[in-house]
């Protein structure tokens, strides 16, 4: 396995050099456009889609949007970028990335702590044209927003600014130490932050500031829906895309605690539950060894569960606080935009770490019992009503049966319903009483052909629409596509699907209507959810409106 994964690695470096020669070489030939921000003038490049088609567009990478997070700054709020007087050169992506392990390479840490900057990639400087704000996932842990591994050509075919962001991660973007000092999320001010500049100067590059759609998926859909109800990010974005991931999901829930920030600080040299005390020695330790502490924290317990490190707390103590209540009580407060939520069928393919050997399956039968208290957690249920929960999973699920290859497809199943789809469900059906602004819901389960975040990582055991599969339909993965870098040629099931997803994405985000008209990939109308019809869009090899069953927890 870690064979493979070192050819992947040297794979997607060579695709990443190859990106940046082919940008120095369209330099030469083509005008660098200048744009003026507040702090000064960026020098952006122009760049060849890669659907072709004479189609190109103007990128600005790595745009400081915060000062340098470190030394002193290292825990705190962000603060403004510093002025620059010469133009700054942001033609070519480095691939800068927060301090993380390496995600294939779980042994490296990668990254910096000067890691806040941002891209923006338009069409053209003039018009006034939707932003789509993408924000990464990764456990709140890994991931960036670097052009080296998600590329916006897809959506730029369908004439919007497309921003994307990163913001810190692991202790350095959500240490909670209970104080003021230390309150938890750092990454969401970052995320706010980089919101507040797009406010500010996104114009200047053909956006609209007054029509900006937040989407992410995975930890990036929690982030987009911790923004949603953030008092503190009110009216910086108009319509939210929640992707596989909501404040509600088990694995997000009262994870970011400070007994486990306290935890990193005695691994790493220094007992004490002092929050100044262990504030001040952790700004002493090198990033990288902080890093690599993070394995350390949770028991066997929690990690079996699939919990979290970090995440996202109420900062009530905060002088500057953006989940102000208990996240029960802020979940309700989402009720100014319209969103799209949804997961897709297998989203557990991803965790399963491709083994189904008979010692495996042995331990998914040991571990549904601890599935099913995941499950309880959703509504507070008490230990007896919690025992007959786990008999209901099992017959309604597996017949009563144990686990085996043979109902391997619907055990998956229950456990992508376990930590996604029921908490979405929970979500809509909550949300559709509350609010005005509409609610679209999908099910995406489309199995294409196209390498994915799962492929990277695993081999799939069986057929399914796995956690973030999504994303090689609205993203040219440029790191994945070492073997085959051209897109889904037109006709292809695959290329139709780019075309749907995209559509409706960008749909949204111009008019708050995923499916305002049909078209040739767009077959039928996305209706939104009403309190007297849960209906869902299937996103399979055809869309189709769905009313959603019974779930566990229906009356």
Same mark, same amino acid.
């Given at each position: 396995?870690?064979?493979?994964?070192?050819?992947?690695?040297?794979?997607?470096?060579?695709?990443? *050099?190859?990106?940046?020669?082919?940008?120095? &070489?369209?330099?030469?030939?083509?005008?660098?456009?200048?744009?003026?921000?507040?702090?000064?003038?960026?020098?952006?490049?122009?760049?060849?889609?890669?659907?072709?088609?004479? /189609?190109?567009?103007?990128?600005?990478?790595?745009?400081?949007?915060?000062? #340098?997070?470190?030394?002193?700054?290292?825990?705190?709020?962000?603060?403004?970028?510093?002025?620059?007087?010469?133009?700054?050169?942001? $033609?070519?992506?480095?691939? $800068? &990335?927060?301090?993380?392990?390496?995600?294939?390479?779980?042994?490296?840490?990668?990254?910096?702590?000067?890691?806040?900057?941002?891209?923006?990639?338009?069409?053209?400087?003039?018009?006034?044209?939707?932003?789509?704000?993408?924000?990464?996932?990764?456990?709140? +842990?890994?991931?960036?927003?670097?052009?080296?591994?998600?590329?916006?050509?897809?959506?730029?075919?369908?004439?919007?600014?497309?921003?994307?962001?990163?913001?810190?991660?692991?202790?350095?973007?959500?240490?909670?130490?209970?104080?003021?000092?230390?309150?938890?999320?750092?990454?969401?001010?970052?995320?706010?932050?980089?919101?507040? *500049?797009?406010?500010?100067?996104?114009?200047?590059?053909?956006?609209? !500031?007054?029509?900006?759609?937040?989407?992410?998926?995975?930890?990036?859909?929690?982030?987009?829906?911790?923004?949603?109800?953030? !008092? &503190?990010?009110?009216?910086?974005?108009?319509?939210?895309?929640?992707?596989?991931?909501?404040?509600?999901?088990? *694995?997000?829930?009262?994870?970011?605690?400070?007994? $486990?920030?306290?935890?990193?600080?005695?691994?790493?040299?220094?007992?004490?539950?002092?929050?100044?005390?262990?504030? +001040?020695?952790?700004?002493?330790?090198?990033?990288?060894?902080?890093?690599?502490?993070?394995?350390?924290?949770?028991?066997?317990?929690?990690?079996?569960?699939?919990?979290?490190?970090?995440?996202?707390?109420?900062?009530?103590?905060?002088?500057?606080?953006?989940?102000?209540? !208990?996240?029960?009580?802020?979940?309700?407060?989402?009720?100014?935009?319209?969103?799209?939520?949804?997961?897709?069928?297998?989203?557990?393919?991803?965790?399963?770490?491709?083994?189904? @050997?008979?010692?495996?399956?042995? +331990?998914?039968?040991? *571990?549904? #019992?601890? @599935?099913?208290?995941?499950?309880?957690?959703?509504?507070?249920?008490?230990?007896?009503?919690?025992?007959?929960?786990?008999?209901?999973?099992?017959?309604?699920?597996?017949?009563?049966?144990?686990? @085996?290859?043979?109902?391997?497809?619907?055990?998956?199943?229950?456990?992508?319903?376990?930590?996604?789809?029921?908490?979405?469900?929970?979500? %809509?059906?909550? /949300?559709?009483?509350?609010?005005?602004? #509409?609610?679209?819901?999908?099910?995406?389960?489309?199995?294409?052909?196209?390498?994915?975040?799962?492929?990277?990582?695993?081999? +799939?055991?069986?057929?399914?629409?796995?956690?973030?599969?999504?994303?090689?339909?609205?993203?040219?993965?440029?790191?994945? /596509?070492?073997?085959?870098?051209?897109?889904?040629?037109?006709?292809?099931?695959?290329?139709?699907?780019?075309?749907?997803?995209?559509?409706?994405?960008?749909?949204?985000?111009? @008019?708050?209507?995923?499916?305002?008209?049909?078209?040739?990939?767009?077959? %039928?109308?996305?209706? #939104?959810?009403?309190?007297?019809?849960?209906?869902?869009?299937?996103?399979?090899?055809?869309?189709?409106?769905?009313?959603?069953?019974?779930?566990?927890?229906?009356?």
């Amino acid at each position: 396995m870690q064979t493979r994964f070192t050819s992947c690695t040297k794979s997607i470096r060579r695709t990443q *050099w190859s990106v940046v020669n082919k940008l120095i &070489r369209l330099q030469s030939t083509m005008s660098d456009p200048i744009v003026t921000v507040k702090q000064g003038k960026l020098r952006g490049a122009v760049q060849e889609n890669v659907l072709g088609l004479g /189609r190109s567009f103007i990128a600005f990478h790595e745009i400081p949007f915060a000062a #340098p997070p470190v030394g002193d700054l290292r825990f705190k709020d962000p603060q403004p970028p510093a002025p620059w007087t010469d133009v700054k050169d942001v $033609r070519i992506p480095h691939g $800068r &990335r927060c301090t993380q392990l390496h995600e294939l390479d779980v042994e490296r840490v990668t990254g910096q702590e000067d890691c806040l900057y941002l891209n923006v990639y338009t069409n053209s400087l003039q018009e006034c044209k939707p932003v789509m704000f993408w924000i990464h996932g990764g456990a709140f +842990r890994v991931g960036s927003a670097t052009f080296l591994e998600k590329q916006p050509d897809y959506l730029l075919a369908k004439d919007v600014v497309v921003v994307s962001t990163n913001h810190r991660l692991g202790a350095f973007g959500f240490l909670n130490l209970g104080h003021k000092l230390a309150p938890g999320n750092q990454g969401l001010k970052d995320l706010i932050a980089a919101l507040e *500049w797009v406010k500010e100067n996104i114009a200047n590059f053909g956006g609209d !500031p007054n029509n900006v759609t937040v989407f992410g998926a995975s930890t990036g859909g929690v982030l987009c829906h911790a923004l949603s109800v953030s !008092p &503190r990010a009110r009216g910086l974005f108009h319509k939210a895309i929640l992707q596989s991931g909501l404040l509600n999901c088990s *694995w997000v829930m009262n994870q970011s605690r400070p007994e $486990r920030c306290f935890k990193l600080a005695k691994l790493l040299g220094k007992d004490s539950t002092d929050p100044e005390e262990v504030l +001040r020695y952790l700004r002493t330790i090198d990033a990288k060894k902080i890093v690599k502490a993070y394995e350390g924290i949770l028991e066997v317990e929690e990690l079996k569960a699939l919990d979290l490190p970090f995440g996202l707390n109420p900062d009530y103590m905060a002088d500057d606080p953006v989940l102000p209540f !208990p996240l029960e009580k802020m979940i309700t407060m989402d009720t100014t935009v319209p969103v799209i939520v949804g997961y897709t069928s297998h989203e557990f393919l991803m965790f399963m770490k491709g083994d189904t @050997t008979p010692p495996s399956i042995r +331990r998914f039968n040991d *571990w549904l #019992p601890l @599935t099913v208290k995941k499950l309880a957690s959703l509504k507070n249920l008490s230990p007896e009503k919690t025992k007959k929960l786990y008999a209901t999973v099992k017959e309604t699920y597996l017949n009563g049966m144990p686990i @085996t290859m043979d109902n391997m497809d619907e055990f998956v199943r229950y456990v992508s319903d376990c930590y996604f789809g029921i908490p979405a469900k929970i979500f %809509v059906e909550d /949300r559709v009483k509350r609010s005005t602004p #509409p609610t679209y819901f999908y099910v995406y389960t489309y199995v294409g052909t196209q390498i994915t975040h799962t492929d990277a990582l695993v081999k +799939r055991v069986i057929k399914g629409a796995s956690h973030v599969d999504e994303m090689a339909y609205l993203f040219y993965l440029a790191s994945l /596509r070492t073997d085959d870098p051209e897109p889904p040629a037109v006709g292809t099931k695959d290329r139709t699907m780019i075309e749907r997803l995209t559509t409706m994405w960008t749909n949204f985000g111009k @008019t708050g209507n995923p499916t305002p008209c049909l078209d040739e990939h767009i077959k %039928v109308i996305w209706e #939104p959810v009403t309190e007297n019809d849960i209906r869902y869009l299937e996103i399979g090899d055809e869309s189709v409106m769905v009313s959603m069953k019974p779930h566990i927890f229906s009356s």
